[in-house]
T-cell receptor, first 111, second 114 residues
Framework: KAGVTQTPRYLIKTRGQQVTLSCSPI?????VSWYQQTPGQGLQFLFEYFSETQRNKGNFPGRFSGRQFSNSRSEMNVSTLELGDSALYLC??????????FGPGTRLLVL | AQSVTQLDSHVSVSEGTPVLLRCNYS??????LFWYVQHPNKGLQLLLK??????LVKGINGFEAEFKKSETSFHLTKPSAHMSDAAEYFC????????????FGAGTRLAVHP
């Protein structure tokens, strides 16, 4: 089975712009979660989607949003980018027993 | 509140010697526990998982971990370190009431010297 894929792998944006990141889960997985990884804050949970519904949300401002499509692919959007949004954004899809499998991540740099 | 504490931010071992990475958790609910590894500029790879079955869990690449409820610990061990084990390791907890939100420890960076 193919693993979790994320596109693009690298992005450079400027402050005030918006960005959309994409994640395709492992085939058959219906749950997709997003995480932000920074040197200062470590790994933090953003949100989780299951069957096109947001089931859980972390403590991030409303500029961070997401959605999931009927084929389980998910997108994450960040509007009005700030310098502090520079991070590695990881997507994970979940098996029935709770284990989450991560994609390679999208590295976002905000200038 | 649920939390995970990795007791060492850095661990350094010689190749061929045992590895011990320590993790303590706090959870009001029945936890599921995981160890993940992250090599430089890579995503996270699942090493092993505890989901209330056997308390001694074997994972990939010779790693194993033991769930000790009385000590609220889930330490990761490997009998003999290999150079390729050098990476950052994350202890992770989730709980039945938290849907699928993973709570990560701060990470332990493992260095392996020849």
């Amino acid at each position: 089975k193919a693993g979790v894929t994320q596109t693009p792998r690298y992005l450079i944006k400027t402050r005030g712009q918006q960005v959309t990141l994409s994640c395709s889960p492992i085939s058959g997985h219906r749950s997709v979660s997003w995480y932000q990884q920074t040197p200062g804050q470590g790994l933090q949970f953003l949100f989780e989607y299951f069957s096109e519904t947001q089931r859980n949300k972390g403590n991030f401002p409303g500029r961070f949003s997401g959605r999931q499509f009927s084929n389980s692919r998910s997108e994450m959007n960040v509007s009005t980018l700030e310098l502090g949004d520079s991070a590695l954004y990881l997507c994970a899809s979940r098996t029935i027993d709770g284990a989450q499998y991560f994609g390679p991540g999208t590295r976002l740099l905000v200038l | 509140a649920q939390s995970v504490t990795q007791l060492d931010s850095h661990v350094s071992v010689s190749e061929g010697t045992p590895v011990l990475l320590r993790c303590n958790y706090s959870s009001s609910y029945s936890p599921s526990l995981f160890w993940y590894v992250q090599h430089p500029n890579k995503g996270l790879q699942l090493l092993l998982k505890y989901t209330s079955a056997a308390t001694l869990v074997k994972g990939i690449n010779g790693f194993e971990a033991e769930f000790k409820k009385s000590e609220t610990s889930f330490h990761l061990t490997k009998p003999s370190a290999h150079m390729s084990d050098a990476a950052e390791y994350f202890c992770v907890v989730t709980f039945s009431g938290g849907y699928n939100k993973l709570i990560f420890g701060a990470g332990t960076r493992l260095a392996v010297h020849p």
